[in-house]
Each structure stands twice: as structure tokens, then as C-alpha cells.
């Protein structure tokens, strides 16, 4: 069984800064790809970043790209990983959830639009944004 615990979530001003992490315990296998997923309230789950492990390539949903960065402690083999959010908006605004598949590389990258291809999801950490 596989656990995934987010932490750091919170209250920013737009245009701040905030970094999320999720700690991924249990048997984990193969799961390279790791991603952040988020759901404003009303709202369907949507994709944020993924990051596969295989060869540290990252892929990013339009509306993040340039100020959201997801990282992996490579130290820690795909145990910890990360979600720096620069520059927020209101819109950034939900629940974040952390989430880890034994995807191959393409399949990695579609799971921003498919959160059905997910094997593990946290259980979410809340980020609040005031303008």
C-alpha cells in the first residue's frame, strides 16, 4: 500500500509564493511519475506538473507554466517531491492534491488531462489565495 501525505499548503497574497511537498511512504514498486493535481471548489480535478523519474522530464499545464516548478528529492528516491508556486493568482486558488502512477513517460504527461490513468492520490492540502 502506498501513502502520499501533502504538507505546506496555506493562505498567500497573490503574487506570492508558496511551496507544497508530498511525502510518498509505503511500497512504492515502480511508481516514476509524480505529479500535482488541484481542484478549486465546484470545479473538476485538473493537472498541474508532473515529473517522471526515468529521466527527470517535467510537463506543465499552460496555466502554471513559468511561475509553478515541481522538483524531486533525488536523494531520496521518488520518496519526496515538490511543488514551488511563484508568482500566485486567485485562480491558483483549491485543494492540491499529490500523486504517483507506475506510468511510462507518455502516459506521464497525458495524466495532467487523465486522472484516471492515477494509481495514488494524497489526500489534499488546501491553498488559499487574498488579492
Known amino acids: 500500500q502506498v501513502e502520499l501525505e501533502e504538507s505546506g499548503g496555506g493562505s498567500v497574497q497573490a503574487g506570492g509564493s508558496l511551496r507544497l511537498s508530498c511525502a510518498v511512504s509505503?511500497?512504492?514498486?515502480?511508481?516514476?511519475?509524480m505529479g500535482w493535481f488541484r481542484q478549486a471548489p465546484g470545479k473538476e480535478r485538473e493537472g498541474v506538473a508532473t515529473i517522471f523519474a526515468g529521466d527527470e522530464s517535467t510537463h506543465y499545464a499552460d496555466s502554471v507554466k513559468g511561475r509553478f516548478t515541481i522538483t524531486r528529492d533525488r536523494a531520496n528516491w521518488a520518496r519526496t517531491f515538490y511543488l514551488q508556486m511563484s508568482n500566485v493568482r486567485p485562480e491558483d486558488a483549491g485543494t492540491y492534491y499529490c500523486a504517483v502512477s507506475t506510468l511510462s513517460l507518455p502516459y506521464c504527461r497525458q495524466s495532467l488531462n487523465r486522472t484516471d490513468y492515477i494509481n495514488d492520490w494524497g489526500k489534499g492540502t488546501l491553498v488559499t489565495i487574498s488579492s
Open positions: 509505503g511500497r512504492t514498486g515502480i511508481r516514476n511519475c
